[in-house]
């Protein structure tokens, strides 16, 4: 099977320049994707684009990252809606050093070998150029009916176009140009919302540079409800463990619905063929075991990642999903338990108000809304429904005391299977 062709059987090839395949089979060829800095971190969307690379880098061949310290002082019209707010030169150049970070933890960067990968900015060459230098040097290698055609244009007629985001495919095709000159590279990679842009790079490299150049798109991906892929109902899935925990990270993969979690796993697992297939079967065989998204999640933790932060997801989730867990809730550290708690709505007491006998426990569920009344909260605990730290609380005349804060100041409330609250003491 070609390096192409393991693709396709996984689904991530949509568009294709022809020779593509016939080339990569030849030898080593250099190839690049480009990252949109619009954010200090990459989020579980850009992992598409950067298990590309990856699977490239193994097969032998040369991966380019280009950060688009340049692009992204415009504003690429692809699939967008409304011209969007531009950022600042200091935003774009903190977003870039992120972004190349990042990137350094899949890609293998060192240099010790032939294929070693390639970092790049184009902000780099394009700093130098002036307006006129660029449409009389570029501009004038692409008409403007070639450009109208253009999906990304002709889709923002309509709503209205900047003459900045029209020229975007002139400045994303200018990069392959550029990296087809200095660095000998043959092959764009992007999302199908790209092809456009993508095409422009090949016609500048054919008329300026006449020579070959090649590409190819994946499916851009999706929730199975249409929505775009990579956001939870707090936001984006970054991959910067300050902005979504490795527990986060590790629940959103879990919680896949099934015909997402199998379509990832071809897209995004690094297993062979054959062992996806495999765990396909065994998870349609029984389907509440949830066997793709654990595997899942589990090989994307490690590679984000680590496998201590793997562990101690798997420990968190057994916590809030386990009825046999109240040594591993008890043995977590301040930062540990806020990082698993995140999330879960959160009441505020005073910590003089446990002193001497402590709190009466109905007194306080009912005073700080965790259930509407007191008579509400006498029935729950009658009906065995309520724990405190994961142990079921067994009598209606319970009082809360310091002894039962975790870390000195926090009580976990469970209503239920998994209705939880925070009860912070200070």
């Known amino acids: 099977m070609t390096f192409i062709q393991e693709l396709q059987e996984r689904g991530l090839v949509q568009d294709i320049i ?3 395949e016939e080339l990569l089979e030849k030898g080593m060829v250099s190839a690049y994707i480009g990252f949109d800095p619009t954010a200090e971190s990459l989020h579980v969307g850009s992992l598409l684009p950067i298990t590309l690379l990856m ?43 992120g972004i190349r970070k990042q990137l350094s933890r899949f890609l293998d960067f060192s240099g010790s070998t032939a294929n070693a990968a390639v970092l790049v900015n184009n902000y780099d060459w394009f700093k130098n150029f002036s307006f006129l230098d660029f449409i009389r040097d570029t501009g004038k290698l692409v008409t403007v009916n070639y450009m109208m055609a253009k999906d990304s244009v002709k889709k923002r007629m309509e709503t209205g176009l900047s003459f900045t985001e029209f020229t975007y495919q002139l400045i994303q095709g200018y990069d392959f140009l550029h990296l087809s000159e200095h660095h000998n590279v043959q092959l764009q990679m992007g999302g ?13 490299i054919r008329k300026k540079g006449d020579k070959e150049a090649f590409a190819f798109t994946s499916p851009l991906i999706t929730k199975s409800d249409g929505s775009k892929f990579g ?28 015909a997402e979690a199998e379509k990832l796993s071809f897209i995004y697992s690094f297993k062979p063929l054959e062992a996806i297939r495999a765990l396909v079967s065994e998870h349609q065989a029984a389907p509440h075991l949830r066997l793709l998204q654990k595997a899942l999640a589990e090989e994307m933790t490690i590679m984000v990642h680590s496998v201590e932060d793997l562990l101690f997801a798997q420990k968190a989730s057994e916590i809030l999903f386990s009825n046999s867990a109240v040594e591993a809730l008890k043995s977590l550290s301040e930062k540990q338990l806020l990082e698993v708690m995140d999330g879960v709505p959160q009441v505020n007491a005073s910590l003089s108000s446990l002193q001497g006998e402590g709190a009466v426990l109905i007194d306080f569920l009912a005073e700080n809304g965790v259930y509407p009344s007191k008579g509400e909260a006498r029935k729950a605990i009658q009906a065995n429904a309520l724990s405190i730290n994961k142990e079921k609380v067994s009598g209606v005349d319970t009082r809360i005391t310091t002894g039962l804060l975790l870390n000195g100041k926090y009580m976990l409330l469970q209503k239920g299977k998994s209705n939880y609250t925070l009860a912070i003491f200070a």
């Open 18 to 20: 022809p020779g593509t």
């Open 55 to 97: 699977r490239l880098q193994k097969a032998g061949h040369k991966p380019y990252a280009l950060v688009g310290g340049a692009t992204g002082m415009i504003g690429d019209p692809s699939g967008k809606s409304a011209e969007r707010n531009l950022l600042d030169k200091e935003t774009l150049e903190r977003n870039c050093d």
């Open 192 to 204: 199908a919302d790209q092809w456009g842009n993508i095409t422009t790079g090949t016609e500048l």
């Open 231 to 258: 956001k939870s109902e707090g936001g984006n899935i970054w991959l910067d463990a300050n902005l979504t925990s490795p527990y986060q990270f590790y629940q959103f993969w879990l919680k896949l619905p099934d």
